[in-house]
């Protein structure tokens, strides 16, 4: 699922959808009153992906580029994941250089903004949910089906990278 266009395929207790190359990304537009902006390079996805417990957003910022103002949240915790590029990120009065493989959590009144300090763009992963929610995730929320079928697996066994 690498295409340029939109492509949102729904299927039995999972949702998908293609958002293309990252280079792509800046097509993607929104316009008030899904952002108080107009903006360019950012994606909201829980729509496509019928996620009610959680928004995401993939974003592109410019080289050079900044957040325009300064904002918190009233209710929502965010994660925000740098995928690729560099710039730095306000939280509250504290600045972080932000590059590849960087993870910010924001509680809702931390005031936060960032900027694009570099001659490439940056591109990040956006996370938002309740903070006052509770998951019980990791490994405990997994379990193991011994027999169901693995479709690339017809008779050879693979040696699995995270285990037997």
């Not at 952002?35 to 950012?42: E, M, Q």
């Not at 570099?118 to 956006?126: A, I, M, N, Q, T």
């Given at each position: 699922?690498?295409?340029v266009?939109?492509?949102?395929?729904?299927g039995?207790?999972?949702?998908?959808?293609?958002?293309?190359?990252?280079?792509?990304?800046?097509?993607?537009?929104?316009?008030?009153?899904e952002?108080?902006?107009?903006?360019?390079?950012?994606y909201?996805l829980?729509?496509?992906?019928?996620?009610?417990?959680?928004?995401m957003?993939?974003?592109?910022?410019?080289?050079?580029?900044?957040?325009?103002?300064?904002?918190r949240?009233?209710?929502?915790d965010?994660?925000?994941?740098?995928?690729?590029g560099?710039g730095?990120?306000?939280?509250?009065?504290?600045?972080?250089?932000?590059?590849?493989?960087?993870?910010?959590?924001l509680?809702?009144?931390?005031?936060r903004?960032?900027?694009n300090?570099?001659?490439?763009?940056?591109?990040?992963?956006?996370?938002?949910?309740?903070a006052?929610?509770?998951?019980?995730?990791?490994?405990?929320?997994?379990?193991?089906?011994?027999?169901?079928?693995?479709?690339w697996k017809?008779?050879?066994?693979?040696?699995?990278?995270?285990?037997p």
């Open positions: 699922m690498s295409q266009s939109e492509e949102v395929v729904h039995q207790g999972y949702d998908c959808f293609a958002a293309g190359p990252m280079e792509s990304w800046m097509r993607f537009r929104l316009s008030p009153p952002t108080p902006l107009p903006t360019r390079g950012k909201f829980r729509k496509y992906l019928n996620s009610d417990g959680l928004e957003s993939i974003n592109t910022l410019p080289a050079g580029r900044e957040m325009p103002f300064v904002h949240h009233k209710e929502n965010e994660i925000y994941f740098v995928i690729q560099q730095q990120f306000q939280a509250g009065t504290d600045v972080f250089d932000v590059s590849e493989g960087f993870f910010i959590r509680s809702p009144e931390v005031p903004v960032w900027r300090n570099s001659e490439e763009p940056l591109y990040y992963l956006v996370i938002q949910y309740r006052d929610s509770c998951v019980t995730g990791t490994i405990q929320d997994g379990e193991r089906l011994e027999d169901y079928p693995i479709a017809a008779e050879s066994d693979h040696d699995a990278p995270h285990g």
